[in-house]
């Protein structure tokens, strides 16, 4: 690593109505170094690599790029500077190859023969093989994760922003993209990481600036830091570990029995003789790679997509052909892994969307028909308080929150309408350590007043802590479902790989 300075981040300030968001930042990014940036949600983080990358313009301070001034106005400029980012939400269309999406992000891009030839070069030599033919829409997770890399790799960047770049890949990918990083480092290339977990940025970084409510409060080398110290940097707090308590009964609360689904749409997976018992009290872990099916099992549990009606019983009720709202009546509820356009609208504010999920259950709709808001707006100002959703008040946008305030929100929306069953999709998906803590409690809390709970999750530390009995989903087909007490994150990857002795493949 270079002693030299690459970026350099002079008391960078920026003010929304109601917040400060970076206030008075310093920092220094060296060349061939990798430096994580870190701090709890809301915390600043985004706002800070929007400016770098050209998406918001710094109220004060200033920025220098190999010692010259460096204020670009939009990401063509950061671009053409050397500066490139890959998103935490992948930028790309299904319909479209490999070569045809890293095509829309260049600017004078060449012919697709030539670029084609191009991408197979570099994607060999960083250990990040692709087809650039493939359709986008046919790729996994961490192959799309690729693609991203590779758009970014072709513009020679001199520093490369990631923003929770292992969310979605498994063990294996993991290694790989940590191989490929390492590899940029020893060419000299920057990276500014951007993660919630913390056991990578141990693994992988140089350097981490911690920030927190907008300021940079420290700096540590994290591999001399334990993950407990950087999680409690981050919010000038101790962390509360999660307690289990268990109180499974032997009553069936959820049975889904021989469930197949064949979908319409091509991008969709197939469900494939699907069957298990979720008992009271219960939570069960179902891991796997992203685009494995997990989504369509969790509209179809949800009741968004019917099925059969004997294929899913509740407590012994046949409901497979009865819609969401008749399902939640029943003590259903779901939080679906897109919190954002999914679990919540981005216009509405946090009242508009308490009513849209819990108007049912909660009885928030008069005998006239009149929604009564006096009654939302408590329940929401409760989710608010209960689940330390940081935003001014329960007015505002969905959309204005972030990541992690969002998630507590829709997390604590189901959880306080005491679900009989709870299916939550991705519950701590980029979340900060201490909002991760406190929705695992949550949902342990919730288990031990009987609810049985459902958590699809690509985190496998997380369904080793939190979950009674796991299944692994692969392709549309879930393998049988073993006890997680004494299961290992190894025997999980090897799992949700779809190998096994826990597998009884139905061809």
């Known amino acids: 690593m270079s002693s ?3 970026l350099e981040i002079h008391g960078i300030t920026k003010s929304y109505p109601g917040v400060i968001a970076n206030e008075d930042v310093k920092f220094t990014i060296k060349t061939g170094e990798i430096h994580a940036l870190l701090g709890e949600n809301g915390a600043g983080k985004s706002t800070l690599v929007k400016t770098i990358y050209g998406l918001v313009k710094p109220d004060k301070g200033l920025m220098k790029l190999n010692g010259n001034l460096y204020s670009p106005n939009e990401p063509r400029d950061a671009r053409s500077c050397g500066v490139a980012m890959v998103f935490q939400h992948f930028s790309l269309f299904n319909a479209l190859s490999v070569a045809e999406n890293i095509a829309l992000g260049m600017e004078s891009p060449p012919s697709m023969d030539h670029l084609s030839n191009k991408i197979e070069t570099v994607s060999i030599e960083y250990g990040l093989p692709i087809n650039p033919e493939k359709m986008v829409g046919n790729l996994s997770a961490g192959e799309q994760q690729r693609v991203e890399i590779i758009r ?9 922003i990631m923003d929770e770049p292992t969310s979605v890949l498994t063990p294996n990918e993991i290694k790989t993209l940590f191989n490929t990083l390492k590899k940029l480092k020893s060419e000299g290339t920057s990276i500014l990481y951007i993660s919630h977990k913390l056991e990578d940025i141990r693994s992988i970084c140089d350097t981490a600036t911690i920030l927190r409510g907008g300021k940079n409060v420290g700096t540590c080398d994290p591999k001399k830091e334990n993950v407990r110290n950087i999680a409690e940097m981050m919010i000038g707090d101790t962390i509360k570990i999660p307690k289990k308590k268990s109180t499974i009964s032997k009553l069936v609360a959820l049975e889904v029995d021989c469930l197949n689904w064949v979908p319409n749409d091509s991008s969709k997976k197939k469900l494939k003789n699907i069957s298990f018992k979720l008992l009271k009290g219960e939570i069960l872990g179902i891991g796997g790679v992203a685009g494995n099916g997990q989504d369509e099992l969790t509209e179809i ?3 968004e997509v019917l099925s059969n009606k004997n294929t899913i019983r509740l407590f012994d009720k046949p409901i497979g052909d009865i819609g969401i709202n008749k399902r939640r009546l029943l003590g259903l509820l779901t939080a679906p892994e897109e919190r954002l356009g999914h679990a919540a609208i981005p216009d509405m504010d946090l009242i508009e969307n308490t009513n849209l999920t819990a108007h049912t259950r909660e009885n928030f709709v008069k005998k006239s028909g009149i929604i009564d808001w006096k009654k939302t707006q408590e329940f929401a100002q409760n989710i608010i308080k209960e689940f330390d959703v940081r ?4 007015k505002v946008a969905a959309g204005s929150l972030s990541g992690g305030n969002l998630q507590k929100f829709v997390i604590g929306r189901e959880v306080l309408q005491k679900p009989l069953v709870f299916i939550v999709n991705q519950p701590t998906w980029g979340v900060d ?5 406190s929705i695992r409690q949550a949902i342990l809390d919730l288990a031990s007043t ?6 699809i999750s690509q985190d496998l530390d997380e369904l080793l802590e939190l979950t009674d009995n796991f299944m692994a989903i692969n392709s549309g087909e879930m393998s049988q479902k073993i006890n997680t007490q004494g299961l290992t994150v190894d025997e999980i990857g090897l799992m949700i790989g779809g190998t096994g002795a826990y597998w009884k493949r139905h061809d």
């Open 450 to 455: 009987g609810s049985a709970v459902i958590i």
């Open 433 to 437: 350590a201490a909002a991760a803590s």
């Open 4 to 6: 030299s300075s690459l």
């Open 391 to 394: 935003t001014p008040n329960a």
């Open 152 to 160: 970014c790799l072709l513009q020679n960047p001199k520093l490369l």
């Open 301 to 303: 549990l949800s009741g």
